[in-house]
Every structure is written in C-alpha cells, then in structure tokens.
C-alpha cells in the first residue's frame, strides 16, 4: 500500500493526541497496531472512517478489523482519500506543541542535597518539537509488587489488629536478627541480674525519669521489657526520633535485680550503607507528580498545561514514564469549609475533569497512580487502588490504578510510590533538624530508616488492620516517591533517591491558615539509568 502524500510515518504519542481530538480514547495495543502498519497515517485514518458513531474508546479488535478489511493497492499508487481521514491525517500531521504558552525551565530553586540538579536549560519551543517521540514500547518494562487492592481482609476486630503488628513484628525483626543475638522478653525476664541481654521490639512507650534518662518499653511476641537508656550515652539522641510502634534492636546489661535492661546500643532496620540502587540499561526518564486537585479552585491548570505540551516535545523524548502519587482530585469535605473552595463539586464530576487533563500528556507513557487522603478510597493505609467506576472515568491512556503504597518497577528501578499522609506525623514527632515541611526529603528518610511508611498507630495517620502489613519497606527502594506535603524536596540516604514531588494547587485559604506555603507546578524528572534528577518549573 503506497503512502498518502504528505502524510507522515505516525509515533504513538501523534496518533493518541489525533484519536483524543477526535473524542476518543484507544488502548495501547490498539496505538501499537496503527504505528506498526504498512502506512500508519492511512491506517488511522481509516481507523477513525471505521469507527462506531457511539464509540468512545479504539479498540485493538477495531484496529485489526480495519486493517483486515483494508482494500488492495491501487495500480496507480494512490487511493481515495474519505474527508474524515483526510482531516484525521492532517490533524496527525499537526504539531500542537509549537504553541506552548511560557517557558517552562526550571527557576532557581531552594539548596537541596547533592542527589541532584535543577535544569535551567532554554525554553522547548526552541528546541524540539513532539516530532521527536520515538519510543518503542518493547523496550520497556513495568511491574507492580505489593498491590493489596481487592486483597483486603480486616473487619476492625481486636484479632485483626493482632494479626497486622504481629505481621510487622516477623518482618522488621528479620532484618535486624543479623546484628543482634536477639532473646524474647519473658526469657529475657527469667535472666539473673548483670548478664548481656539484647532485644528486638516494637516501641510500646517511651518516657523520661527524673534525672533526664529514658525508658523504652519494648514489645515482642511473648511480652514487654524495659530497657533504660542513660541521658549521657552517645545513643541518646536516637530517642528523639523513636515513633511510636516501630521496630528496634538494643544491646546492653541487666541491672542487678534483672529488672531493667541498661542500653549500651541501638539498632534500626535501615538501609544498609552499601546498598547499590539497580538502575536502568537504557537512557530513559520518569517523571514524578503528585497532588494534582483537579476540582480546586486553586488547581494551577495553565501551569499543568505547560507540562502536559513540554512533555510533547523533543526535550521530553526521555520521559516514557509517569508516576502520580496520589491526589488527583481535591475531592469532597476533606477539611472545614472546603465547599467553598470547590470549583467543582461533584467527587465523579471531579474525576472527568481529571481524566480530561490527563488526556492531554502524550498517550505513549506509561502511567501509574495511586490514590492519596482526597481521593475518593477509604482513608485508612494502606489504600487499595480506585473502584471500577472510577477506573472506568480515568482510562485515559490505559493508567495502571494500584494501591497505596506500591513498588512500582520500571526497567529494573524500584519505586516504592507512598502518597505520604505519615509525614505529618513525623514532622509532628521529631526535631526540626531531623524533619520539618521545608525538607520533606528528611522526614523520608526517618521512615526508611525504620523500613516502614507509617509505623505510628493511633495518631494522624489512619491504619488499617489487615492479616498483613502492606507498609513494611521489605524490600529496599531505588527510588521513594511521596507527595501529600506539598512541598518540594529531594536527597539521597543510603544511595536511595528521595523525592517529594510538590503539588499542582496553588496556596488555598484553609493552607494559609495552617502555614503552608505550597510549592506547585514542578515536575521532577529522574535518569532511570544514573538516577540523577533536574527539577522542571512550569508555574
């Protein structure tokens, strides 16, 4: 089949943006299909020609029709054109991309650690267009460990809550039984007084003598034991940042009676100092967004708009992934007077509006989202991934839908996705030098130092009782992304890249009352195969 003349070999991000200025939304292996025929542009053409009146979504089995269907050669060339697929063909051959509005470089940004870089580099328009995407997907991997969506099996009964500590207790304790020659409580209570004794708990209490010491209540299986940690001791600074429920290890002596385990060394589950991140075997980028709010009054559309045409063009050919973490929506009576802040007020009505602005980033990434506190799941972590309802009103572009948090693995990077609703309580909890929302990154790196996103129960953070508990960090991340704060932040502990990746929603009356001062419009993009990082600016 010979070309239409002026019509070009389509990409797969030129043929999503025709079928979505169309109306239409098409799956993956459809889009696949169409770049992979004889004659992509006359192929979507006729795609479009063929298409059902009532149709919303292009098929794969639409495609394969078409091209099943599709008439022999002519001698002379050329074929008749329909004028649908004439416009379709033009419409592919457009370059909406050359009317990005405003620069989107990066503006000078806030000293962060050296884990990486902001990209002050010269506007898009000047150089590249969308004409640059060339992204084959068989290049590419993507799996998702950790999904507890439909896995839920807590009722909220006392055996529940039993099951889930116990749960985290056999998992972070593996990971310190390597440094500790670990002995449960009731053993440890039949011990004769000044013996070595070393325990592995979780933080049932923490107090204060009246000398200005410190007592850790420690619990395991088989009871609690105290354990006293002397004012003066190097390790005294670790109680600072001790949580609530978190596992630890100590070592050191009983006293005389055998009543009080005294602290000579503390232990966290960590991340080893010799972790080696995996990285991938290609030059290809993620971007990293959370906190959309779409249904705010405040939700930065022009700036999200910036994004979505930068990611058109050649400076964003790298870009084949997209993490959201969490948010999309602003959702409904999430905080006091909210209804007054609503641009839109309806939760679904809010989701379409989404779905319409995720429309409008190129059809060829890969997309994962998870939800966050005002997205329309249980609050309650971890948060299993969006319903089928609403599933089916953000299908745009085939977004893969998993549970918060997730362990997202692209091309052999490991992402652990977390919205970040325990952040709050960190920063809550611990020192300002250790955590605060001008350096959200510190506040992660506490909770991989304790290989868990939300060990605090009973606090701000909502916790879930399942059989399992889905907010151990098992297995160490590359990279951890969270959002929620939205505030910007980014560093590296222990060789895994922390980013809290700032929000989409300029400052709202209900953030100005509690001190917030968001940063919004940044999109940071990370070097799947270094896990370098430059910070793009779009506000």
């Known amino acids: 089949m010979s070309r239409t003349p002026g019509v070009p070999l389509e990409t797969p991000a030129r043929i999503v943006r025709t079928l979505v ?30 298409a059902p009146d009532d149709a919303l979504r292009i098929t794969a089995d639409h495609v394969r029709e078409v091209l099943a269907s599709a008439p022999a050669a002519d001698p002379s060339g ?27 470089s990066v503006s000078a ?24 995407r060339n992204v084959d997907p068989a290049l590419r991997s993507l799996e998702i460990a950790n999904d507890m969506t439909g896995q839920s099996t807590g009722t909220g009964e006392y055996d529940d809550f039993v099951k889930v500590f116990r749960d985290r207790y056999e998992k972070l ?29 979780l933080v049932d209490d923490v107090r204060s003598t009246k000398s200005g010491h410190w007592i850790i ?27 609530m429920d978190e596992c630890i290890a100590v070592q050191g002596t009983l006293s005389g009676d055998a009543g009080i385990l005294f602290v000579d060394s503390m232990h966290f589950p960590d991340v080893p100092r010799s972790h080696r991140p995996n990285t991938a075997d290609r030059d290809v980028q993620a971007a990293l967004i959370s906190d959309v709010h779409v249904g705010s009054q405040e939700f930065m559309a022009d700036a999200w708009n910036r994004f979505a045409d930068w990611l058109h063009t050649e400076e964003a050919a790298r870009i084949e992934y997209l993490l959201i973490a969490g948010d999309m929506v602003e959702g409904v009576g999430v905080y006091p007077n909210q209804d007054e802040e ?63 948090p997730s362990m997202v693995t692209l091309e052999g990077v490991n992402v652990l996705m977390y919205h970040g609703v325990s952040l709050d309580e960190v920063i809550a909890e611990l020192p300002a030098d250790k955590a605060s929302y001008d350096e959200p990154h510190k506040a992660m790196y506490q909770l991989l130092k304790k ?16 059989e ?68 793009r600016k779009f506000s």
């Not at 506007?123 to 640059?132: C, D, H, R, V």
């Not at 500790?180 to 325990?199: C, F, Q, T, W, Y």
Request: hydrophobic share 35%; glycine share 8%; with cysteine.
């Open 21 to 50: 200025g169309r109306g239409y939304n098409a799956e993956r292996e459809a889009v696949t299909l169409i770049a992979g025929s004889d004659d992509p542009g006359r192929t979507l053409a006729r795609v479009v020609e063929a």
């Open 78 to 104: 050329t074929e008749p054109t329909p004028p649908a697929a004439a416009d379709a063909a033009n419409a592919a051959d457009a370059d909406p991309a050359a009317s990005a509005a405003s620069d989107p």
């Open 109 to 132: 940004a806030t000293s962060h650690d050296n884990a990486a870089h902001t990209d002050q580099s010269a506007p898009a328009e000047a150089q590249g267009t969308s004409g640059g």
């Open 173 to 201: 304790s593996k990971l310190l039984r390597g440094r500790v020659n670990h002995r449960p409580a009731k053993a440890i209570s039949n011990m004769s007084g000044g013996e070595d004794a070393e325990l592995i708990g």
């Open 217 to 243: 209540d420690l619990e395991d299986t088989t009871g609690t034991f105290p354990c006293l940690v002397m004012k003066d001791k190097d390790i005294a600074g670790y109680v600072d940042e001790l949580l």
């Open 342 to 404: 609503l641009d839109v007020i309806d939760i679904y009505e809010q989701y379409e509006a989404f779905s319409e602005h995720l429309k409008s980033v190129p059809g060829d990434l890969e997309i994962v989202m998870i939800p966050g506190n005002h997205d329309a799941v249980r609050l309650a972590e971890p948060q299993p991934g969006f319903d089928d309802e609403l599933r089916d009103i953000m299908s745009a572009h085939d977004a893969r839908i998993t549970s918060n």
């Open 451 to 466: 290989r868990h996103v939300a060990p605090q129960f009973g606090g701000h953070t909502r916790l879930a009782p399942e």
């Open 468 to 535: 399992l508990d889905y907010l151990v960090m098992e297995d160490v991340p590359d990279i951890f992304h969270t959002g929620h704060v939205h505030k910007l932040g980014w560093g590296k502990y222990h060789n895994v890249l922390a980013v809290n990746s700032g929000c989409w929603q300029a400052q709202t009356d209900f953030q100005k009352s509690v001190n917030i001062d968001p940063d919004a419009g940044y999109a940071p993009i990370v070097d799947l195969d270094t896990l370098n990082m430059t910070v």
